[in-house]
């Protein structure tokens, strides 16, 4: 499929499941993202908690930037 076309060329891909607690999405979002926990896929069930997903992913990025 698309999504693990994208990852085989190294593409990082990031997923936040906000405000949905369907697992059918959730079970899509992990198979779509790089992995299926944190950092690459989140859940977000309030306006702090997608703050926190989206701070969390930032500081992943921030972190790959670094180590390049």
């Known amino acids: 499929d698309l999504a693990t076309e994208i990852k085989n060329q190294g593409i990082l891909i990031y997923t936040v499941q906000f405000a ?37 992913i930032a500081n992943d990025l921030a972190e790959l930037h670094v180590s390049m």
Not at 34 to 50: D, E, H, I, K, V
């Open 20 to 56: 949905n607690t369907s697992g059918s999405l959730a079970d899509l979002l992990k198979s779509v993202s790089t992995g299926p926990a944190s950092p690459f896929y989140n859940t977000a069930q309030s306006r702090q908690a997608l703050i926190d997903a989206f701070q969390e």
